[in-house]
């Protein structure tokens, strides 16, 4: 399939299942309630290293917010309750509540919780106040700018990790250029991050290592400088390969957001340098979720 | 919706024990085995129908089941006492003891109700149109825990020692309230937007109590905690506003309050607070 001179590779992504919660951070400005967000959601582009993949969804108006300021929704992702349950737990401690005129809240509902101000109250060394409202408890956790309001629980659901594109460009400067572009789009998709910086990764990987002791390492069949050594699927005029990874809370929403970056790639089209899309297809060794390009386009 | 009606004939002249007189309990039932079923007045145990005349559907689910009681006086005690689903809808004043240990359903009462209302109720709601008597949302006599949950909402004014050993849950206030309101408080909220009387918060170990109004004077054994902008009070205010009406006025109501603390006389770490705007 060529769209616009972009050739779109008939491959899929590859991704797997994971576990994710939605959180709303609140401010008394946007400017705060972001620096909280982007505390949070720090040190989370992979769960290879980072123990969980973190992002900001999307900015939210003091209507959207359960206590009516500014705020931002994060979410989540992990390879497990458990592990996201703890990386949950430190985040909100050392980078939500740390920030001044920070409040907590759960964006999601369900059956399966995980701790927030359950935990986190035990900071108020005994002066925390806990407050029922309805079918829900806030922990008031006394602060040194007044109280740090944090819901009990957050819950966790069932989602998607390891969405992917692979943007193909004659040139370096093409290939972000298409990456960015393709993230603004993608960023309007409700339900999913993008949780490399900027939303992209340069260094993919692909499953496995001839080092025992990694589980991952360097995708070497779309590194450029690499094309002579080894099975490169690479054309000879392709000089840059940059990866968007999608997590999402549905596979519906990973499907959207790939065909949202599809579809903004192509327009730049291949006047702006742009070779082809691809995407990272393990052989089945990695996920069961699989998101046909030529599919999602159609 | 359909309703099981309970028109009183004539006010009584004895007090009436509606206690089991709630959708569950009579869910499924005939109007004729309703109007059949024992009540007791005064010294006596009557028959339904001797004092209501039965109308309307009998209840056919018991979770979702309404009842209506017409004319009521104030001297029907335990309307809604221990009800764990449904609707009871009161027209009219309402006795003693309405809606004490209330597990959950809805209770509404037009008019006024008398003391003890809500007493060691766990969940639910209990909206009264007029006024309470004393211990609104107390503990049963001889018991150290009061209301343990749910919401009730009073559009007027309510009687001494309002949520007397409370223990979770809210009270509202639209009027005024009387002496000692919250005292020997252990957790939960009340909130009152009229006036409000002497000795309040004595005893309180935990809880809140949210004055739209400074009142007179306060207990000395309470700490000035300063003025603040304290984030759960909008959620708060959503929350009571959902009782009608009489608290629409909390939408324009912001987070600042002073913060007084205690009763320190008794250890407690209790709060009342006072709005600023």
Known sequence: MIVNGVAIDDTFAEAFGMKATRLVITADTPAWAMHAATAMTGFATSVIACGCEAGIERALVPGETPDGRPGAAVLLFAMSGTELGKQVLNRAGQCVMTSPTSALFAGLVGDDPIKLGSSLRFFGDGFQISKVFGAKRYWRIPVMDGEFLCEDYAYLTKAVGGGNLLILARARAAAVAAAERAVEAMRKIEGVIMPFPGGVVRSGSKVGSKYKSLIASSNDAFCPTLKGLTESKLTPDIEAVLEIVIDGLTSDAVAAAMKAGMVAICEMGAEAGIAGISAGNYGGKLGQFNFHLHRILS | ?277
């Open chain 2, 1 to 277: 919706m359909s309703a099981l009606v309970l028109t009183l004939r004539e006010p009584p002249r004895q007090r009436v024990d509606m206690a089991g007189l709630d959708p569950r309990a009579l869910a499924g039932r005939r109007l004729a085995e309703v109007a059949a079923a024992p009540v007791a007045c005064g010294n006596r145990t009557l028959r339904l129908d001797a004092l209501f005349e039965v109308s309307g559907d009998p209840i056919a689910t018991p979770d979702s089941g309404e009842i209506e009681i017409r004319n009521a006086s104030s001297r029907l005690d335990h309307i809604g006492a221990g009800m764990r689903a449904g609707t009871i809808a009161v027209a009219g004043d309402a006795g003693a003891y309405c809606g004490a240990a209330m597990k959950g359903g809805i209770l509404r009462v037009s008019g006024s109700v008398g003391a003890f209302a809500a007493c060691a109720m766990e969940s639910g709601g209990i909206h009264v149109g007029g006024d309470a008597g004393a211990f609104l949302g107390a503990a049963l006599p001889g018991e150290r825990v009061g209301m343990r949950g749910g919401v009730v909402s009073v559009a007027g004014n309510v009687g001494a020692r309002a949520g007397d050993h409370l223990r979770r849950g809210m009270l509202l206030v639209a009027g005024n309230a009387g002496p000692y309101c919250g005292s020997r408080m252990i957790a939960g909220t009340i909130l009152v937007l009229g006036g409000i009387g002497d000795f309040i918060g004595f005893g309180m170990k935990r809880g809140t109590i949210l004055l739209a109004a400074g009142p007179a004077r306060l207990l000395a054994t309470f700490n000035d905690c300063g003025s603040h902008d304290l984030q759960f009070l909008p959620l708060m205010y959503d929350k009571a506003r959902e009782a009608g009406p009489a608290f629409a006025e909390l939408a324009g109501f912001g987070s600042r309050v002073r913060r007084w603390a205690g009763d320190r006389g008794v250890g407690g770490q209790g709060e009342i607070l006072i709005r600023e705007s």
